[in-house]
Structure formats: C-alpha cells, structure tokens
C-alpha cells in the first residue's frame, strides 16, 4: 500500500468527528422495490401462477406503496389479467386509491396495464424516490414515472405513449378508480360520496361532466365518513395536467367513484399527481388543496421527471475528467483503464438513446452512473495520490 494511501486512511477515521459540525442533511426520500413474488393465483385462473410485486416510495410525511399483480400464465396471449385490477396503491391507506388496482388505460379499446410489462424498476432514491414502469400494448410502447419528493403529500406521475410504427391511437383514456374513505357497500355501510373541484361539487349518485380548464383537481370524500366524525380513513384527490384533455366524467357512485380522463391521443403524454389525505378530515384536506392545488399542479407541470443522476450527468465533461484522472493516476491508473473506458461508453451510448426518449436506456443509465460511483472513487485517489 501506497504510504500516502495509509494516511488518507487515519484522516478518513477522523471524518465522523467533523461531521458532528456539519448542519443537519437534508429530507432523503426512500424508494424500495420487493423484486415480486410468483405464486398460485387465488382469486382467479384456478392452477395459474400470478406475479405480485410492491414498490414503495417514503418521505417524512408519507410512505406511498404500490403494487402490481399480473397472471403469468400462457393462456392469455401476453396479457395478464389480474382480478381486482393489475395496479394498485396499497397504501397509506387501502381504500381511497384502490389497493389491488386504481389505475387502467384504455388505448383503441384494449386495456395498457394488462399487457407485457417490459420493465419495472426503481430509477433514483435520496434526493427524491423515484421508479417506472413501461409496458408493450400492440398499438403503443406506455411509460409511467412516479416520483416522491421531499416534504410533499402527493406523488407525482409522468405517463408517456409512443405510437408503435404503423399504430394510429383512436383514444386514449386514464381511468381511475377510488373508495373514498371507506368500503362502504362491502362493509354493509351507506355513505355520502361528493367529489369537489374549485368548479362544483358533486355527490352520488350522479356523472360529473370535467371541463377541461376548469376542474385542475378534484377531492373524492365522503360526508358520513369524515375523520371529524371518527369514521373512515380520510379522502383523497388527484391534479390533472389541462391542456391534454379532451374532456373527462366522474362517475360517483355509493361505492366505487370512477374517474375516465379523455386524453388527446396526439399530445403523448399526461401529468397527473395524487393524494392520499389519509388521517386528515374532510375540512382540512379542502382548505389543503383550496391554498396549494394551483402551486402543487403548476410544479408538477414544470418538473423534470428523469432520474437525478441521468439530468445531472455530463457526458463530455465526464469523458475529460476521466482522462485526466487516468493520466494523473499514472501507474495505478492503467489497471482500471478499460473498466473505465467500458463505463464511459455505457455511459455515452445510454445517454444518446435517453436523449431520444428511451426511458429504458435512461433507467439503465442511472444504474450504471450509480454502479460505478466506487470505481470513480477509486481512480480519484489514485489521481490525487500520484498527481506530480
Ligand atoms: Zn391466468
């Protein structure tokens, strides 16, 4: 060992006592990912074997899981269907956004969620939580991003289609589906449903007709329900990306409150954001959204949804750090030269394909980036050991 690489070793042990000065570390938010689980399926296809995975995203105010739940059975030529729904938010809180599945997309009448998924993972974890999934309908590749930021009661979701070559998209429709509060017809309980927008306010059972401009959010509660009463779990909501829509209806029912976003096909993307007020009363989660719905959206609009280590990068700058540290690292250097010239490619032809809007390659860039902080660190203090 370098003798010099034995002092940095001693003063590294003194760190820890430095860091006591340091001024607290700012909100880290986790992401976690269970990796799924394959086992008999027990609601549906008898002698079928259904996959389960659960993603989580957690900051100080709130832990949001999801989870997704798919057949994985032949029989069904490349879909997956799943019972009770294919994605779903477990928590805070069971109902309002439906555990087993709040979200499906209708895209020329065939459902997105119950395709192929062609990949699920966790693209950033710290500074904020982060992870995507893409999925191969035969008329569209479709892309959702879900991010937590630090501080923050919602997530925020980025979902994105791309026409496969030949496909027209005659409709694209987000349909979500909540309980607000509670199970009331499984629990033998009759409710009072309403869903609010800073337009109107609705209650069941009735269709609300959105008008695209008009209703930027909308809070699903239940009046007999309310946390002011000691019923229920709280309401819940959602912020919706305007320009996109073609228009939208809510149907409010005593049970189920079902919620169909009609999407022009053509704008290739939606933003939308939601809520889980899980413990809040009715009042509070309106006077929540009535004082921060407008800022909530409009940061949801202007936020860059790709992974912090993939916007951080510079590739160029990257490439010419590089060098030089292998130049300064001189004999040390050469070891880990092709390690590093493997990484920078990666790197390089990653980055080309994100560019292009290859959310996948763009997954796998943050990977790599992540994966190869050690070997960086490494070629630094070999660099700052034998710089002349
Ligand atoms: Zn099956």
Redesign the pocket.
């Known amino acids: 060992m370098h003798t010099t690489v034995r002092h940095l070793l001693a003063v590294s042990v003194l760190l820890p006592l430095a860091a006591w000065a340091q001024p607290a570390q700012p909100e880290q938010v986790s992401a976690y990912d269970d990796g799924g689980r394959i086992g008999p399926?027990t609601h549906?296809?008898s002698g079928?074997q259904?996959l389960v995975r659960h993603l989580s995203l957690q900051n100080a105010v709130q832990k949001y899981g999801f989870q997704y739940s798919g057949?994985?059975?032949p029989?069904?030529h490349g879909e997956h269907?799943s019972s009770e729904g294919n994605f779903g938010m477990p928590s805070p809180s069971v109902c309002n956004w439906y555990h087993s599945g709040f979200l499906t997309m209708d895209i020329n009448g065939k459902d997105v969620v119950r395709q192929d998924v062609k990949e699920m993972r966790l693209t950033e974890t710290g500074a904020r939580g982060g992870f995507q999934v893409i999925w191969s309908h035969p008329d569209a590749e479709v892309s959702l991003r879900i991010l937590l930021l630090p501080g923050q009661n919602h997530v925020l979701c980025l979902l994105k289609w791309q026409p496969r070559a030949g496909a027209t998209l005659k409709n694209v429709t987000v349909k979500f589906r909540c309980y607000p509060s509670f199970f009331t017809a499984a629990r033998q309980r009759q409710g009072e449903r309403h869903v609010k927008t800073p337009r109107t306010d609705q209650q069941e059972p009735t269709t609300l007709e959105l008008v695209p401009g008009k209703d930027p959010w909308l809070l699903y509660y239940d009046t007999i329900f309310d946390v002011a009463k000691g019923e229920g779990e709280g309401p819940c909501a959602i912020i919706a990306e305007q320009t996109a829509l073609l228009g939208g209806k809510v149907g409010i029912g005593g049970y189920a409150v079902n919620t169909d976003l009609m999407v022009k096909p053509e704008a290739g993307s939606l933003r939308f954001g939601l809520y889980d007020f899980a413990g809040s009363k009715n009042a509070d989660a309106e006077a929540y959204l009535q004082a921060h719905g407008s800022e909530d959206l409009a940061q949801l609009l202007a936020l860059d949804f790709r992974p912090g280590l993939v916007r951080e990068v510079d590739v160029a700058k990257l490439k010419a750090e590089a060098a030089q540290l292998l130049n300064d690292a001189a004999d040390d250097g050469v070891a880990l030269k092709p390690k590093v010239e493997a990484v920078l490619k990666q790197v390089e032809d990653l980055a080309a394909k994100g560019q292009g809007g290859d959310w996948q390659a763009e997954g796998e860039l943050a990977g790599v980036l992540r994966s190869s902080e050690e070997l960086f660190w490494r070629l630094k203090t070999f660099a700052m050991l034998n710089r002349k």
């Open positions: 399926s549906q296809c079928h259904i057949c994985q059975d029989a069904h269907p």
